[in-house]
């Protein structure tokens, strides 16, 4: 961590390098990337479309979803390569934490204007 640079101004190319690619978190920023821009209709990676998506999402929700996904693969290493006793005690471990999460989004939500604005219209 200390070999990275401070953000200077919108060099999201340089953080894009230096973090989302070269530290253990990398691929998980790459499939949430993939999934925003398949969200947005585009399957290019642009720097412009990278740099729009960190504008426009709170640090919070993008911290979220990459959890979201590292829960997911470590999940799935639990049930291909634990033995049955550690299997059933990480896999509810991480369910308690998925739990959590879920509680905590929903709590975060009750606040949010948009959100009630938009359930009183559907």
């Known amino acids: 961590m200390r070999n990275i640079k401070v953000l ?3 060099d999201y190319s340089g953080l894009y390098r230096d973090v989302l690619i070269d530290t253990p978190v990398g691929p998980y920023f790459m499939r949430f990337l993939e999934d925003e ?6 399957d290019s990676r642009t720097m412009n479309e990278v740099q729009n998506i960190f504008k426009e999402l709170k640090p919070e929700n ?3 979803a990459l959890k979201k996904l590292w829960l997911e693969d470590f999940y799935q290493f639990c049930e291909e390569n634990l033995n049955p006793t550690s299997k059933e005690m990480m896999k509810d471990l ?4 998925a739990d959590f999460k879920t509680i905590q989004v929903i709590y975060n939500s009750i606040g949010n204007k948009e959100l009630n604005t938009s359930a009183k219209i559907l």
Do not use: L, S
């Open 94 to 97: 991480i369910k308690f934490e």
């Open 8 to 10: 200077e101004g919108d």
């Open 37 to 42: 821009m398949k969200k947005e209709g585009g």
């Open 62 to 64: 993008i911290r979220t």
